[in-house]
């Protein structure tokens, strides 16, 4: 399926007079990635968090039990995650929720999720509980308060890239080069003229700067911000990305935990971009919400208290696991591995009396 997939979307770029905008090839190239392959886990194409150790999801779930305290424990909770993958974050948050036998009871679990072969996956990995799956986060209800979470959700969106050049910016774009026999990147005329009035008055690019504008992650915060500033609660989203708008070329592919070729393999490999942080909080505050300053996953989850837990499973763990749960930690929160590079944002309702737990005290990244 997906040779065929990716020969589809050469074919339309061939016979395409003005090329495919890197966010349309992003777009249809993930939708035949994630229709067919199994890209999750050490035996697939990349490994996140929750797949690394069950203590980013207990970090959450604390997060997440907190927050609901601080509002003073209401007693229906909308607890959502966006691109749950096979389950293995929420499953974690659900199991130590039995900590707090009246957050656990307040728990309805929404999922965003468009893949129906994820969706059975999820499905398993939650067992018994009843999940409501959702195609987009418009139609999540707003009836109760939302805590709403992504681990590297917003990275997979797809992103315009911009390239200065000649006093204006154009629009890189892929097309067929019949000398080289070969897809390349070009540049074209911005077809949404719209979109260099989005790029920050602090950007002064030079020949060749590109700057990524992703409308879908801008949409979808922007909603995210209006949800949470409508039913209270907050919004947290973890991604690797920078923390202030800037130029970079930040498209990349990942095969078999590799970086491979961007025009490669298409719809056999994993294309994602850095998240601007900066442009998701921005939309969420324009919806009504309140932003909190971008810090590191080092910081957000050193302020849960994931080293105090490791230490506890350490003592409990089988001799092969004592190895392991060190290298665990130190993958997820150390600046070399996925500490700096990775980042958290969320948002909360104004004037609510709730200060999320590693984000009130930090002045951000």
């Not at 409990?316 to 600046?335: E, N």
Request: with cysteine.
């Amino acid at each position: 399926m997906t040779e065929t997939a990716g020969g589809h979307i050469t074919a339309r770029i061939r016979a395409s007079a003005n090329g495919m905008g890197v966010d349309e090839f992003m777009q249809s190239a993930a939708a035949a990635y994630y229709a067919d392959a199994k890209p999750f886990g050490r035996e697939g194409d990349f490994i996140t968090s929750p797949e690394i150790s069950q203590m980013f999801g207990e970090m959450i779930a604390i997060w997440c039990a907190d927050v609901w305290a601080q509002a003073g424990k209401p007693a229906k909770i909308m607890l959502a995650e966006l691109g749950p993958g096979r389950g293995t974050l929420m499953a974690d948050i659900l199991r130590t929720a039995r900590n707090w036998p009246d957050f656990q009871a307040a728990l309805n679990i929404h999922l965003v999720e468009t893949s129906p072969q994820l969706r059975g996956a999820q499905a398993a990995a939650l067992g018994s509980t009843q999940p409501v799956w959702h195609d987009t986060v418009d139609t999540l209800p707003r009836d109760a308060f939302s805590l709403i979470i992504s681990n590297e959700f917003f990275d997979a969106l797809p992103i315009c890239q911009l390239v200065w050049q000649d006093g204006t910016w154009q629009e890189r774009c892929v097309i067929w080069d019949d000398t080289a026999g070969q897809l390349c990147f070009d540049l074209r005329s911005l077809q949404n003229a719209a979109l260099a009035a989005q790029v920050p008055a602090h950007i002064v690019p030079i020949d060749g700067d590109i700057f990524e504008i992703s409308p879908a992650c801008r949409a979808i915060a922007g909603i995210l911000g209006a949800h949470i500033a409508q039913t209270g609660g907050a919004c947290l989203a973890i991604d690797y990305g920078h923390a202030r708008s800037a130029c970079g070329d930040t498209l990349q592919a990942v095969s078999k935990h590799k970086y491979a070729g961007v025009l490669e393999n298409i719809g056999q490999q994993d294309i994602t971009a850095h998240v601007d942080f900066d442009a998701l909080a921005t939309a969420a505050t324009k919806a009504g919400a309140q932003r909190w300053p971008v810090i590191t996953q080092e910081k957000f989850l050193n302020s849960l208290g994931i080293t105090a837990r490791a230490e506890q499973l350490v003592q409990k763990a089988t001799p092969q696991q004592r190895g392991q749960i060190p290298l665990d930690l130190h993958r997820l929160t150390a600046p070399s591995a996925m500490g700096s590079l990775f980042k958290a944002v969320c948002w909360t309702r104004t004037g609510d009396n709730i200060a999320p737990t590693g984000f009130q005290d930090q002045e951000g990244v």
